[in-house]
């Protein structure tokens, strides 16, 4: 087994692990590069299918590109989607800096759609080199009532055992990419032929690393045009995936308050 | 920040505030590995609060891990030297954050721990030294920091280092390599120390590049747990991971402990360029069988040889995170492989001092204790002892919804009851008898029956049993007593010592016993029994006329009365496994009857059980011929 293997060996055996503990599960789709390798790995997991609804928590501003790819492959893979929507940025905590405002949307929303549909289980593509909150994760991580993170008490999770039974009342975010790196994402999308959306490639001399809603998202210099370019730009660049993201520079726990509020 | 390919998981460890982080922070600005920005972010943060600059917040990413200066939560961040990637796991070093270290520490290859050359080898030091080698990470460098604050005393060094290695000896580790650092001031780190010119090996970069890839130890026979059943079209499939050994298209399986077998028809896979025919350790798989056997989450799939051993009893080595406390009693979920199935704790056999490694024979196992203890669970499981199966032989306890324990397996003194349990055959009829058992029980004027005695040595079993039987023989009861030396001189003459003989040696018996009873006799046996499983066994073999009587003798009066003098053998090392002193006795748990011989003579003894007898066994009165 060479390093993807091992890595998707992983992801497939979390997922299977959830599908046979939990009840009702829903992945979040976000339509990102990292989406898109964790609903393809859902589909190794379960031999071509998908059996629970892929969710799309749309905050309206999103990329054109990343609306256009959404509708073709929802009819191509034949998935069970869901579009959840999100209120308005002045329901938002005003406590919080613009963009993470902003951002804060995309969490209501996502409660809004766990609320109506009773989900116990959701998967989510994040992954621990991303950022410092992340880097502690659980694959298995509960969420209370009310979409919180304890982030101060986890519980352990070793030895591929994970916590798969909770209180009433609380939720589970399931991580089957906390393992990935940024790089690995993009080796497997080439080695798998993994569809993406255009905006990861270079554009006049600009493209996107990571993609988000459009008022806070921002691109990169770059000239990489291909997978095996932006590969090679990751294997020499010392600018973080998230820099283009606003809402994780504003203030120093601007990121960590919108995780244990529930952001992903 | 990337990393090109293959990833060595590195822990750093160690007592709180011996400067794991700082090590880390430090390791990443020598090596250039910081992303841009970082360390402009990191001093605008220490500026915020008005303190020095602080390498640890590299990867102390909460705000109150920040603002306490104190890891809170296991972390990870990747780097890589001109030899490998590596995945640096950052484990919290304080004592109520032991859950979260474990969390870290077992998902590494090696580990990196740190000891403050002026603290010195503190509490954490060992415990986490300890739950290295519990954890299965067998790859140990020792770091010894802050040398700058005891002027880079050589001497200091000498003296922890050796002690350390005292210690990590009777754990049976070899740590790879010792060295002096600075973390704070960069010594020995990536670069080698001006101000230890005293010291010539290796720095913490080297000392990383010289930690082995783990692969998968070779030959380790096939334990393929199943995780589920699919059926989402016309196929079934089952599907699971490949802990250990090889599995190929066109193998017999044995499933356990439901022992099924099922020959692979194929292996399944998504989005292949074509199917594979065979899969190692560590894929995520799925297969169909030719047969539609029953198969469900829980079975062990295994080649028909080396098959993982069966047990519903086994010791193991263990640390506690739960906020309870593990009593003798407690009921808990254990995960083993993908089985979840109820245990109770049989016994708290010791607790280990992690700091000098001496036991005490406490009842309780205390948060962040380790201890060994013996499990029983609901069910038959498809185990392994950890010794000859790492993935296969460790399991997790699960209390108030959260995983509050690990441990390792361990079978030593328990037998492996595949044989026991499988030896059944399907296609036997039994004949019926022409005379039936009432027919008996008129003639004799009682039931049949079996009164299995159990007790330690010198517990008065056979004087009892012997005494007993005059005595129903002498009320005119048809009856018969079986010992060790009528059947292990011949129905049992086969069979030696070892645990399975052991174990196959009481299965015998009470099938006998079984006969005899079914014949219309009542059958008194006096064996040491000394496992619920065999006495269970016993038990489904008897029927209704089985009574478990419990001939009670506290251990100290046994080994007064050591009538055989075996006691005294025992104790001096010359019997190995004696039941009560290396091997255990595990008491009834609710017998039919118990005697207490160290409070009764032998006459009241004999004429507790002749009432038993009476009152369960007997037709119509018998009369006294005495």
Request: aromatic share 8%; hydrophobic share 40%; proline share 5%.
């Amino acid at each position: 087994m060479n390093h993807l293997d091992v890595l998707e060996s992983e992801s497939i055996y979390i997922f299977r692990e959830a599908f046979s503990r939990i009840d009702k599960l829903a992945m979040l789709w976000s339509l990102g590069k990292d989406s898109n390798v964790m609903l393809w790995l859902a589909r190794k997991a379960f031999f071509g299918h998908l059996p629970f609804p892929a969710m799309h928590i749309d905050t309206g501003n999103k990329f054109p590109e990343m609306y256009a790819f959404r509708d073709r492959y929802v009819t191509e893979w034949g998935l069970n989607f869901l579009s959840g929507t999100c209120p308005p940025v002045a329901e938002m905590d005003e406590t919080l800096p613009p963009a993470a405002r902003s951002a804060a949307r995309k969490t209501a929303g996502l409660k809004t759609l766990l609320e109506t549909h009773g989900f116990e289980g959701i998967f989510a593509g994040i992954r621990r080199d991303e950022e410092g909150t992340r880097a502690k994760e659980r694959y298995f991580s509960p969420r209370g009532a009310r979409g919180t993170w304890e982030i101060k008490d986890q519980p352990p999770e070793f030895w591929g055992q994970f916590n798969t039974t909770f209180p009433p009342g609380t939720h589970l975010r399931i991580h089957p990419l906390l393992h990935w790196t940024e790089i690995d994402i993009w080796r497997y999308t080439l080695r798998e032929n993994i569809p993406t959306i255009p905006l990861y490639f270079a554009r006049d001399g600009k493209r996107y690393r990571s993609l988000g809603d459009a008022d806070i998202t921002f691109p990169i210099d770059s000239t990489a045009g291909t997978i095996p370019e932006i590969i090679a730009e990751l294997q020499t660049t010392r600018i973080s995936e998230r820099s283009g993201r606003a809402m994780d520079h504003e203030a120093e726990d601007a990121f960590e308050r919108l995780r244990t509020a529930g952001y992903m | 920040m990337s990393v090109a390919e293959e990833s060595l998981k590195v822990a750093i460890v160690g007592h709180v505030d011996h400067g794991k982080s700082t090590l880390v922070g430090r390791l990443f600005h020598d090596t250039g590995s910081l992303p841009e920005g970082k360390f402009e972010a990191i001093q605008a943060m220490c500026k915020r609060r008005g303190m020095p600059f602080e390498w640890a917040f590299l990867m102390d990413a909460l705000q109150a891990e920040r603002d306490q200066g104190v890891t809170i939560d296991t972390s990870q961040i990747w780097f890589r030297t001109a030899k490998r990637g590596y995945v640096i796991i950052d484990a919290p070093g304080h004592k109520e954050f032991l859950k979260n270290m474990v969390t870290g520490a077992a998902a590494s290859d090696a580990a990196l721990l740190l000891i403050d050359a002026e603290e010195g080898i503190k509490e954490q030091s060992r415990r986490h030294g300890y739950l290295l080698h519990l954890l299965g990470v067998r790859q140990v460098t020792v770091a010894v920091n802050k040398m700058d604050l005891v002027a880079y005393d050589r001497d200091r060094f000498a003296t922890i280092e050796r002690d350390y290695r005292v210690y990590l000896r009777e754990l049976g580790v070899t740590p790879t390599h010792f060295i002096p650092i600075s973390a704070r001031e960069g010594d020995n780190i990536a670069r080698p120390s001006e101000a230890m010119a005293w010291y010539q090996g290796p720095t913490v970069l080297q000392a990383l590049d010289d930690f082995q890839v783990i692969t998968q130890p070779d030959g380790l026979p096939l334990r393929f747990p199943v995780q589920d059943v699919y059926r989402f079209d016309e196929r079934r499939i089952i599907a699971g991971r490949i802990e250990t050994g090889i599995l190929q298209v066109g193998d017999q399986l044995l499933f356990s402990p439901a022992n099924r077998m099922g020959k692979v028809k194929s292996i399944e896979a998504w989005s292949v360029a074509a199917p594979p025919i065979q899969a190692c350790a560590g894929e995520s798989i799925g297969i169909t069988l030719e047969e539609q056997i029953f198969v469900e989450r829980g079975d062990v799939a295994s080649h028909e040889v080396n098959p993982p051993i069966e047990s519903d009893v086994f010791l193991a080595r263990l640390f506690w995170l739960g906020d309870r406390d593990l009593t003798m009693g407690s009921r808990y979920t254990m995960k083993l492989n993908t089985a979840e199935v109820g245990v109770v704790v049989q016994s708290v056999d010791r607790v280990i001092d992690t700091g000098d490694l001496s036991t005490k024979g406490e009842v309780k196992v205390a948060r962040n204790q380790v201890a060994e203890i013996t499990l029983r669970a609901d069910t038959m499981q498809a185990l392994d002892a950890f010794t000859s199966s790492p993935p296969t032989g460790r399991f997790v306890l699960v209390d108030n919804y959260n995983i509050a324990g690990g441990g390792i397996i361990s079978m030593e003194g328990y037998a492996d009851q595949r044989n026991l349990v499988a030896r059944q055959s399907s296609n036997i009829q039994r004949v019926e008898h022409d005379v039936t058992a009432e027919n008996r029980e008129s003639r004799n004027g009682h039931r049949g029956g079996v009164l299995w005695f159990t007790g330690l040595s010198g517990a008065g079993k056979s004087t009892v049993a012997v005494a007993v039987e005059r005595r129903l023989f002498n009320l005119g009861y048809q009856t018969y007593v079986l010992d060790g030396d009528n059947v292990r001189h011949g129905l049992n003459g086969d069979l030696g010592f070892s645990p399975e003989d052991r174990a196959e040696n009481i299965r015998r018996v009470g099938e006998v016993a079984a006969l005899i009873s079914r014949a219309g006799m009542l059958c008194i046996t006096a064996f040491i029994s000394p496992y619920r499983s065999d006495r269970d066994r016993a038990r489904l073999a008897g029927g209704d006329g089985f009574a478990e009587i419990f001939i009670k003798a506290d251990l100290a009066t046994c080994e007064r009365r050591d009538p055989k003098g075996l006691y005294k053998k025992a104790r001096a090392g010359d019997i190995p496994d004696f039941t009560g002193i290396s091997a255990p006795y595990e008491a009834p748990g609710a017998p039919d009857l118990v005697i207490d011989t160290a409070t009764l003579t032998v006459e009241e003894a004999v004429e507790r059980v002749v009432e038993y007898v009476q009152s369960r066994f007997a037709i119509y009165a018998k009369p006294v011929s005495e």
